[in-house]
């Protein structure tokens, strides 16, 4: 498994931006699918965006698809997700999360990523 390390969580005001790193190492980089999910109290683990395949398409959920831009630097080893015009709801824990098998099919689903990051909390307040 590779080892994912998150930051750039925080408290921002609706309106606002940040920009969430994950840092992955143990494996080849260039090899894994990489991905952004969140989980708000109470609920469940939801696919956010994802850098898949040797083409590294990339894909998001719907209510983020103009908002949030999900990049990768595999010069770094790391992924990164712009979140801009932060909405109250988009106040969640953010995971990093990273597997060599994941498929458009499979990408929503959390319990198909094999390597997952600690999470980095982030709060838009209205």
């Known amino acids: 498994q590779v080892q994912l390390v998150e930051s750039g969580g925080g408290l921002v005001q609706a309106g606002g931006s940040l920009r969430l790193s994950c840092a992955a190492s143990g494996g080849t980089f260039s090899r894994y699918a990489m991905g952004w999910f969140r989980q708000a109290p109470g609920k469940e683990r939801e696919f956010v965006a994802a850098?898949?395949?040797?083409?590294?398409?990339?894909y998001y959920r719907g209510s983020v698809k103009d908002r949030f831009i999900i990049s990768s630097d595999d010069a770094k080893n790391e992924v990164y997700l712009q979140m801009n015009n932060l909405k109250p709801e988009d106040t969640a824990v953010y995971f990093c999360?990273?597997?060599?098998?994941?498929?458009?099919?499979?990408?929503?689903?959390?319990?198909?990523?094999?390597?997952w990051g600690q999470g980095t909390q982030v709060t838009v307040s209205s």
């Open positions: 850098i898949i395949g040797s083409g590294r398409n990339i």
């Open positions: 999360a990273a597997d060599l098998r994941i498929t458009i099919g499979t990408m929503s689903r959390a319990k198909d990523w094999d390597s």
